[in-house]
Structures are given as structure tokens and as C-alpha cells.
Nanobody, 122 residues
């Protein structure tokens, strides 16, 4: 059974930092590209970042490039999203995602976590 469990969300002031984690039960984990999406109140879910199975490539949406960093640990079967210089517009529910396709992981992943809330106060 595939499970993606996010943690690390919370309330932070603008300019602050948070680190999101996602624990994955995928067999084998290194077959999967991993990603993060977010959904702000009243908006559609959007792509944030993705990382290929061997960490060889990373992808970011333009609004977070230079502030967010995605990484993964294939031994621990975890993926992380380091978020710095947070802005109020980063407030959203953040979802961990997985897919074997490099295209799908940025558009329509096959597997999703339940999400973790991030609130950035001004």
C-alpha cells in the first residue's frame, strides 16, 4: 500500500523558514520521482517543486525558485522541502506527490499525501 505522510507545516512569520518532510512507503522508492504541490484557499492546486529519482534533476515553479529547495534521502525514503524567505502568498496546504513519470510528477502525479498546512503571517 502506497502511503505518503507529510509533516513540518505550521505558522511562521514572513521572512521565516520551514522544512517540510514526507515519509514514503513506495517499493522501490528510487523508482519514483517525488514532488511537492500546494493549494491556497480558494485556488487550484499548483506545482511547487520536483526531484528525479536519483536527485539528478530538480524543477521549481518560478515563484519559489531561489527560496525553496527540494531534496530526498533514498535510504530513509523521505523527501524534503526547505522553504526560506517565506511570504504570505506561500500560505497553503502542501502536498507530497510521487510518480514514475518525470512529466507526471510536475503535472498529475499518481500518488498523493494528505497534506500539511503552512501559514505565513505578515
Amino acid at each position: 500500500q502506497v502511503r505518503l505522510v507529510e509533516s513540518g507545516g505550521g505558522l511562521v512569520q514572513a521572512g521565516g523558514s520551514l522544512r517540510l518532510s514526507c515519509a514514503a512507503s513506495l517499493r522501490p522508492f528510487n523508482n519514483y520521482h517525488m514532488g511537492w504541490f500546494r493549494q491556497a484557499p480558494g485556488k487550484e492546486r499548483e506545482f511547487v517543486a520536483a526531484i528525479t529519482w536519483n536527485s539528478g534533476l530538480t524543477y521549481y515553479t518560478e515563484s519559489v525558485r531561489g527560496r525553496f529547495t527540494i531534496s530526498r534521502d533514498n535510504v530513509k525514503q523521505m523527501v524534503f522541502l526547505e522553504m526560506n524567505s517565506l511570504k504570505p502568498e506561500d500560505t497553503a496546504v502542501y502536498y507530497c506527490a510521487a510518480d514514475v513519470s518525470r512529466v507526471n510528477i510536475q503535472q498529475a502525479p499518481g500518488y498523493w499525501g494528505q497534506g500539511t498546512h503552512v501559514t505565513v503571517s505578515s
